[in-house]
């Protein structure tokens, strides 16, 4: 059977108002009972010392041996009302009569001197006659002659008058102090607990959806005022928190909703051909090529379209599983071949990176990072293709590789800012179009964006409209290749860079770590140019040649 528990206060302020109260009127208690202690020892000292000084007188004794009886009293030698004398006889019995008297009785002794338990010469606390609980009596023993006792009995009425007088007194002075502790103690924790009572309506209008509150620290010294901190720095990450899931949800929105619209394109102009195919069997085989051009082109719009999604969903925030050493002017060689034979009318240059606008740069030599080979071609190829999309056919694209050191100052790209000063391996690739307008050239890694080169009008959104058939000149793309490319840039280590020119053109940097330098190495002093690689000597010659065999 489970005990019933005590009721006890729920809130913090009558607890605290209630353990006050039991400590203070327990320590007053505590005192008193101490004092009343020492009180009644030393008024029964008092009564021991009274008794050690008295003894009865010696022809008491020898009167009683001769009349086996007390004598009559003496006015002239008449005790103290207070005090009693009890004689037990020869034989060891006590008298029936005794020295000094009164109506109250008398100390409980025995009747025979045999059962007589006290110490000779030893004050020692008996009972009263009549049993009752009151008052008791101080008695000491003494031997007398011929095998007689003494017994000298003093009443202790006096002693427990004193302290029970003290007794309740203390009784109430622990009462009185209790309603004291109570009554002042509650405002005084009331009072304490005023900043602990502030931060819980702030916590509370916090729970009703008031997020922008913070509790308020009066005193940061004090438990209440590091509990605030505490709250308010707890409050910050949960707002940062719920602000970043907010964004999080909103882009990701955007981007159903970019994708839904980007594939919404291509699947409206297969589902119209099929339909048209359908409808009209007797087509005739021209146009019917023509809708099946459509179709295939597209369907690979499309196939495309979703690589590229699921490319930027598997890259994330997280580095490249594989890394090895690639060399990035072979990558960037490679990368224009391909392009050259895509666009044979474009005159694509691979250049020398110049750390200064007044270096020419030191020649081509080979610049090697750790990464994924695949995902830095990509890159590379992004960029070319980017650069090749939004300028004419005639138009050249410079491309630029070596090393350097990241400079001071946070310069528009992906990803976080490098460390300045850091070495770099760098690809660049510059292209002399129009640029991109300046309100649209910090949006240009966002996710299916399509920014509007100078001297056209502003795109309406992510997409560019229904596809009726292949594009006149170079497609514009899904939007998604800069994207792709910044994060696979992040996911080395990287950055990706725009040094935007409206007018004059764009150039676009891959900025890679550079493993080989030592941080504290400095740039190497411009001098005579290095000879070029023997591998990209016949460069310029195999780039027409490969266009050749394309035609």
Request: hydrophobic share 35%; glycine share 10%; with cysteine.
């Amino acid at each position: 059977m489970r005990r019933p528990r005590l009721p006890s206060p729920r809130s913090l302020r009558g607890r605290l108002v209630l353990i006050a109260g039991l400590l203070a009127t327990s320590a007053v208690l505590l005192c008193q009972f101490a004092g009343l202690t020492v009180l009644r020892g030393w008024l029964t000292d008092q009564v021991d010392d009274r008794l050690g000084h008295f003894r009865p007188p010696d022809r008491v004794y020898s009167d009683i041996a001769a009349d086996r009886a007390m004598p009559p009293p003496d006015p002239d030698s008449a005790l103290p009302s207070d005090y009693r004398v009890y004689f037990y006889d020869e034989d060891g019995s006590l008298l029936h009569d005794s020295l000094g008297g009164g109506a109250a009785p008398g100390p409980l002794l025995p009747r025979r001197a045999a059962e007589l338990r006290l110490p000779v010469g030893r004050p020692t606390t008996v009972r009263s006659e009549d049993g009752s609980s009151g008052s008791g009596w101080r008695v000491i023993s003494y031997r007398g002659p011929d095998r007689m006792r003494t017994v000298v009995a003093l009443p202790l009425d006096t002693v427990d008058g004193a302290t029970a007088k003290l007794l309740w007194l203390s009784l109430g002075l622990g009462l009185v102090v209790a309603v004291g502790v109570v009554a002042l103690g509650n405002g005084a924790v009331r009072l304490g607990l005023r900043p602990l009572t502030r931060v819980e309506r702030t916590a509370q209008h916090i729970t009703e959806g008031a997020l922008e509150l913070n509790v308020p620290v009066a005193d940061p010294d004090t438990e209440v005022g590091r509990l605030g901190l505490a709250l308010n720095t707890m409050l910050d990450r949960l707002r940062t928190a719920l602000h970043r899931k907010e964004a999080s949800e909103r882009q990701l929105r955007h981007f159903m909703a970019d994708a839904g619209h980007e594939l919404r394109t291509p699947l409206t102009a297969i589902q119209g051909f099929a339909e048209l195919l359908l409808d009209e069997p007797g087509m005739s085989g021209r146009r019917r090529r023509e809708a099946h051009t459509l179709i295939a082109h597209n369907a690979d719009r499309m196939s495309r379209l979703v690589d590229d999604l699921f490319l930027l969903a598997t890259l994330g925030d997280t580095p490249a599983a594989h890394r090895e050493p690639v060399d990035l002017l072979s990558l960037a060689a490679d990368a224009i071949a391909t392009t050259a034979i895509r666009q044979p009318r474009r005159p694509i240059t691979l250049e020398p990176l110049a750390t200064h606008p007044a270096d020419p740069g030191r020649g081509l030599d080979i610049v090697e990072t750790p990464g994924d080979p695949h995902q830095l071609a990509q890159v590379v190829g992004n960029l070319l293709s980017n650069a090749c999309t939004h300028t004419e056919d005639d138009s050249p694209v410079h491309v630029r590789v070596g090393t350097g050191r990241v400079p001071d100052g946070v310069r528009p790209g992906s990803g976080r800012p490098l460390r300045p000063g850091a070495p770099m391996c760098v690809v660049e690739v510059a292209d002399n179009g129009p640029g991109i307008r300046p309100d649209e050239a910090a949006r240009v890694f966002d996710r299916f964006y399509r920014a509007t080169p100078l001297g056209r009008p502003a795109a309406a959104g992510p997409g560019t409209g229904p596809d009726t058939g292949p594009p006149a000149g170079p497609e514009p793309g899904s939007g998604l290749g800069l994207a792709i490319a910044a994060a696979i840039a992040a996911a080395h280590g990287g950055r990706l860079e725009l040094d935007n020119r409206p007018g004059v053109g764009c150039a676009f940097r891959l900025l890679l770590p550079d493993t080989t330098t030592a941080p504290n190495d400095d740039t190497d002093e411009p001098g005579e140019p290095d000879e070029p690689d023997e591998r990209y000597e016949s460069y310029e010659r195999d780039v027409p040649e490969r266009r050749q065999e394309h035609r």
